[in-house]
């Protein structure tokens, strides 16, 4: 089933609307950013590490995770093991290294997209039908 690719939907850390958190985040499981984050974003665990980030959030520094859901804006390198998201409200200021990709009409991307051994990009008929 196609939803299995983005990653765990179960959030255990949130950086809330109006907090700011300056310094390297480092997370387990599943991180929600609503505010903002100067610093590097990173997942301490290879296997399991999504990170959200809502449409009015912000990442200054670079992020590393296995799964990302970006519909705010990201200023820095990311790179992500296995499952890019960018919704429609996306901002990359940065290259992108991903192993899967899918982008969202009206997301942008200043910086190169750079793909893993293995990557693929995510094709209409496979969102739509919900097709591996």
């Known amino acids: ?51 959200v980030v809502s449409e009015k959030a912000r990442i200054d520094g670079g992020v590393r995770a296995t799964h990302l859901i970006l519909n705010g804006e990201i200023a820095g390198p990311i790179e992500v093991s296995h499952y890019v998201e960018l919704q429609p409200k996306a901002r990359v200021h940065g290259d992108l290294t991903y192993k899967t990709l899918e982008m969202h009409p009206g997301a942008v991307i200043e910086g190169r997209l750079i793909p893993l051994e293995g990557a693929r990009m995510v094709t209409p008929a496979e969102v739509a039908g919900g097709v591996d």
């Open 1 to 51: 089933m196609f939803k299995k690719k983005k990653g765990s939907q179960r959030i255990d850390s949130l950086i809330g609307h109006g907090t700011q958190f300056d310094g390297e985040l480092r997370f387990a499981g599943g991180l929600r950013v609503d505010g903002i984050v100067t610093g590097n974003v990173v997942a301490v665990d290879a296997q399991h590490g999504t990170l």
